[in-house]
């Protein structure tokens, strides 16, 4: 083949991710020969012995069009003809599937206890500052009365539920398409069951032709990164409007300086995840378009989704770990918030319902009545309301209607479920930690699950 023609069409510098998963499938898959009868107990042996060798590395070449090939190679070089062997009733369309899944359920595992870590500093941020007088915005305008907790616990439970999305995927990719060979099998009787729960992996997948065809596994991957992605860049814009309103301050770590305004403090960290997390979607665009309108079952063109499942990891396991840091040296500046709050009259909300509770007027009247006398009256609203319910015949309770208009207590007058009261959010940080508490035993459990796979492959006294 052509130099050029050659480079574009390997996969090889890509393959380096997958360099030892292949090891692992070919030491599976030569067992699986054996039992079937394929091939002698000696050339097994030889053959799994060679193998476990090749797990401390192998050189990979463009030139050999892919580990696949580069790793056949080199066996052949260590323990000579019965090398060729381990292409029986193999392909490298399932070997290759195969390996992209026992290396992705793994890294998988990686940014899930990255995600952790993160939730992790978010609860412990916000079980200091469960207190801690904040606000809420919508339309980036001053909402209601909050704290510091209420706003950093509602990203926990977003973050959380990326976990689901990852376990999801996570199973959906820990299922073997080992056996399927090229696409329809193959003569020898290999125990595709004994090969799959060989690599660890809970099941197969049952058509020999989607086996090799399918990607959707990666694609539920990539989708629960890009849902963890738009929400590191939503918790990343807060971040930096938070920063420019003076509600929050970062160490100096993650803010740098202007090479030409010495006062500023610019939140440069939290401006690139916010714009990385573009990156990982385009990954999810480009994977599902290279696969769409592809016929099944393998074509070269699937080669080009791996390396975006590889690149969404890495740039989300930097994301994620930035911004926990970012999270455990944040500072509230609750004089700030507080200031804003009266400013902004975020307990507007709070007088309108208490009128209407307490002198049975609608509540689209009483929204009305508070609308107008913040108009009339800007911040001494409070005395125009009083006049305007006098000319209604209601003698108001000043003192109740200011304490009403007090944003500071506001907070602890709202027991609403999942809201900024002090008990909610400790209710909330309990449930967060239950939860935390469950992912990290699936970590455990699987981690430990694929461990002793690779340990009882390498030492099951095969030779
Ligand atoms: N390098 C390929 C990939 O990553 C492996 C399968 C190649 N199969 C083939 N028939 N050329 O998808």
């Given at each position: 083949?052509?130099?050029?023609a050659?480079?574009?069409?390997?996969?090889?510098?890509?393959?380096?991710?997958?360099?030892?998963a292949?090891v692992y499938?070919?030491m599976?898959?030569v067992?699986?020969?054996?039992?079937?009868?394929a091939?002698?107990?000696?050339v097994?042996?030889?053959?799994?012995?060679g193998?476990?060798?090749?797990l401390?590395?192998?050189?990979?070449?463009?030139?050999?069009?892919d580990?696949?090939?580069?790793?056949?190679?080199?066996?052949a070089l260590?323990?000579?003809?019965?090398?060729?062997?381990i292409?029986?009733?193999?392909?490298?369309?399932?070997?290759?599937?195969?390996?992209?899944r026992?290396?992705?359920?793994?890294?998988?595992?990686?940014?899930?206890?990255?995600?952790l870590?993160?939730?992790?500093?978010?609860?412990?941020?916000?079980?200091?500052?469960?207190?801690?007088?904040?606000?809420?915005f919508?339309?980036l305008?001053?909402?209601?009365?909050?704290?510091g907790?209420?706003?950093?616990?509602?990203y926990?439970?977003s973050?959380l539920?990326?976990?689901?999305?990852?376990?999801?995927?996570y199973?959906?990719?820990?299922i073997?398409?080992?056996?399927?060979?090229?696409?329809?099998?193959?003569?020898v009787?290999?125990?595709?069951?004994?090969?799959a729960e060989?690599?660890?992996?809970?099941?197969?997948?049952?058509?020999?032709i989607?086996?090799?065809?399918?990607?959707d596994?990666?694609?539920?991957s990539i989708?629960?990164?890009?849902?963890?992605?738009?929400?590191?860049s939503r918790?990343?814009?807060d971040?930096?409007?938070?920063?420019?309103l003076?509600?929050?301050?970062?160490?100096?770590r993650?803010?740098s300086?202007?090479?030409?305004?010495?006062?500023?403090?610019?939140?440069?960290?939290?401006?690139?995840?916010?714009?990385?997390?573009?990156?990982?979607?385009?990954?999810?665009?480009s994977?599902?378009?290279?696969a769409r309108?592809l016929?099944?079952?393998?074509?070269l063109?699937?080669?080009?989704?791996t390396?975006?499942?590889?690149?969404?990891v890495?740039?989300?396991?930097?994301?994620?770990?930035?911004?926990?840091l970012?999270?455990?040296?944040?500072?509230?500046?609750?004089d700030?918030?507080k200031?804003?709050a009266?400013k902004?009259?975020?307990?507007?909300?709070?007088?309108?319902?208490?009128?209407?509770?307490?002198?049975?007027?609608?509540?689209?009247?009483?929204?009305h009545?508070?609308?107008?006398?913040?108009r009339?009256?800007?911040?001494?609203y409070?005395?125009?309301?009083i006049?305007s319910?006098?000319?209604?015949?209601?003698?108001?309770?000043a003192?109740?209607?200011?304490?009403m208009a007090?944003?500071?207590?506001?907070?602890?007058?709202?027991?609403?479920?999942?809201?900024p009261?002090?008990?909610?959010?400790?209710?909330?940080?309990s449930?967060?930690e239950?939860?935390?508490?469950?992912?990290?035993?699936?970590l455990?459990?699987?981690s430990?699950?694929?461990?002793?796979?690779?340990?009882s492959l390498?030492?099951?006294?095969?030779?």
């Open positions: 083949m052509d130099d050029l050659l480079r574009i069409t390997s996969s090889a510098e890509a393959d380096r991710r997958i360099q030892n292949v499938v070919n599976a898959h067992v699986g020969l054996y039992n079937a009868g091939i002698s107990h000696e097994m042996s030889k053959l799994m012995q193998l476990s060798n090749e401390s590395g192998y050189p990979i070449s463009y030139q050999d069009e580990v696949h090939m580069s790793l056949e190679k080199d066996l260590k323990v000579g003809l019965e090398a060729g062997f292409g029986l009733a193999k392909s490298r369309n399932d070997q290759v599937a195969t390996a992209i026992l290396q992705l359920r793994q890294e998988l595992l990686g940014v899930m206890e990255n995600v870590s993160l939730i992790e500093a978010i609860t412990g941020k916000a079980s200091e500052s469960i207190r801690t007088f904040f606000l809420t919508t339309h305008q001053p909402a209601q009365a909050s704290t907790a209420h706003w950093l616990l509602s926990a439970w973050f539920r990326d976990l689901e999305r990852l376990k999801l995927a199973q959906m990719t820990d073997s398409p080992l056996g399927s060979a090229a696409s329809a099998g193959s003569i009787q290999v125990d595709r069951y004994f090969e060989a690599l660890g992996f809970s099941g197969i997948v049952e058509n020999t989607d086996a090799v065809s399918a990607r596994f990666i694609f539920d989708y629960a990164m890009s849902s963890a992605a738009v929400n590191l918790l990343s814009a971040i930096v409007a938070y920063m420019a003076g509600l929050i301050d970062l160490d100096d993650y803010v300086t202007s090479s030409l305004m010495p006062q500023k403090r610019n939140p440069v960290v939290a401006e690139i995840v916010r714009a990385k997390s573009a990156n990982i979607m385009s990954n999810l665009l994977a599902m378009e290279i309108g016929n099944l079952s393998y074509n063109d699937l080669q080009e989704i390396p975006k499942v590889w690149a969404s890495d740039e989300i396991n930097d994301m994620l770990r930035v911004t926990a970012m999270i455990r040296g944040l500072k509230f500046n609750e700030r918030a200031e804003i009266i902004g009259l975020v307990t507007a909300s709070d007088v309108a319902e208490y009128i209407s509770i307490k002198y049975g007027i609608a509540f689209r009247e009483a929204h009545m508070v609308g107008e006398a913040v009339t009256c800007g911040e001494s409070i005395n125009c309301l006049e319910l006098k000319s209604m015949g209601i003698n108001a309770d003192e109740e209607l200011s304490k007090d944003p500071i207590s506001s907070v602890e007058r709202r027991s609403t479920t999942g809201g009261h002090p008990r909610e959010s400790l209710r909330q940080i449930a967060i239950l939860k935390v508490k469950e992912f990290e035993d699936f455990e459990l699987n430990r699950k694929i461990e002793k796979t690779y340990q390498i030492n099951r006294g095969w030779y």
